[in-house]
């Protein structure tokens, strides 16, 4: 009887270049990690300034229009602000990605109030998308799957396998949890215009 022929040494993977793969993934999908190898959900979120690139257009178009009662220069403002984060970023030499998005969700908002000319109307899209965000990622960790150990145990090379330890599920838990509250803040400026 012949045994299956096994695949040359040099054909598998070894697990120090998969892990460096990963990492490598990892550091170019902006995850970061703690000097413990902890995953910083905060910093890998954006950090401070993340946060306040995806509040602060909203805010500014509720201010400006709460003081002003008047649409264009409201809207206006609203795109200003979205593109000084930009021009930060370009200053800081780090990654558009975020923030040009930040101006292209904010520019479609603008678009919509400017077409229908109700002030609401800004922020029926980040409303509906962030609520079914927020439902789809509860709805995760109440089933046990969620979103955030999904995410990372996959760039972390773990697969599924964080499932088994009450710790990991724990933690992708409350990373996903933390990811609710940043887009429960975002929900939180846009109510009170809808």
């Known amino acids: 009887m012949t045994s299956p022929q096994q695949p040359e040494p040099s054909e598998q993977p070894e697990p120090s270049a998969v892990k460096g793969l990963a990492e490598g993934y990892a550091a170019k999908a902006g995850l970061h990690r703690t000097h413990d190898g902890r995953i910083d959900v905060l910093k890998s979120a954006g950090g401070i300034q993340g946060i306040a690139e995806s509040i602060l257009p909203g805010l500014v178009f509720l201010i400006a229009f709460t003081i002003t009662r008047d649409l264009t220069p409201s809207l206006a403002a609203a795109l200003a602000s979205a593109a000084v984060f930009t021009v930060v970023r370009l200053v800081q030499r780090r990654p558009l990605t975020q923030a040009l998005a930040g ?92």
């Open 103 to 194: 101006v292209v969700g904010v520019g479609i908002s603008a678009w919509l109030a400017n077409t229908t000319g109700k002030a609401e109307d800004f922020y029926l899209p980040g409303f509906f998308t962030n609520t079914a965000y927020i439902l789809a990622m509860v709805i995760s960790i109440a089933i046990k799957w969620p979103v955030a150990g999904l995410l990372f145990g996959i760039i972390r090379n773990e697969g599924l396998d964080w499932r088994k330890d009450p710790a990991r599920l724990k933690a992708y838990r409350l990373g996903t949890w933390i990811i609710v509250a940043v887009l429960v803040l975002r929900l939180i400026v846009q109510v009170p215009c809808t």
